[in-house]
């Protein structure tokens, strides 16, 4: 019961993985993007998982959102710990069989469309 109600108190906080590494996570309730802060044990030990709680939020000086403690939540964790309530307000179901904060598109380009594309993404991910 006090795991039910401690993941329950804290379910503002779930995250989805987008499949991407470098996007990161969602914050499901804001559906904001969210990464895991180098120093974070998931990030040290290079821990990519479908779900987690996330903790310790900031924004830094460029507008992204970051946490600086998260916790690994398996999708059976959260179905088995929190109230159905919660998971239909923010539709864990639905998220956990398609999710809508990205979709992976596949072009097929010339490699030098392609290479300039990636450039231009990268260049603007660091700035």
Known sequence: MVLSCL??????NLCKFS???RIGYTLVN???PVQIYGTSNLSLLGIETDWIICYDLYTNQLGRLFC??????SYDFIKNHTDPYIQEIFHVDEIQKRNPFY??????LPTNILGQIR????KSYRD
Do not use: L, M
């Open 103 to 108: 979709e992976q598109i596949k072009y097929d």
């Open 30 to 32: 804001q559906r904001k």
């Open 7 to 12: 993941i329950t108190s804290f379910s503002p």
């Open 119 to 122: 450039a231009e993404f990268n």
């Open 19 to 21: 499949g991407n590494p």
């Open 68 to 73: 600086k403690v998260a916790h690994k939540v």
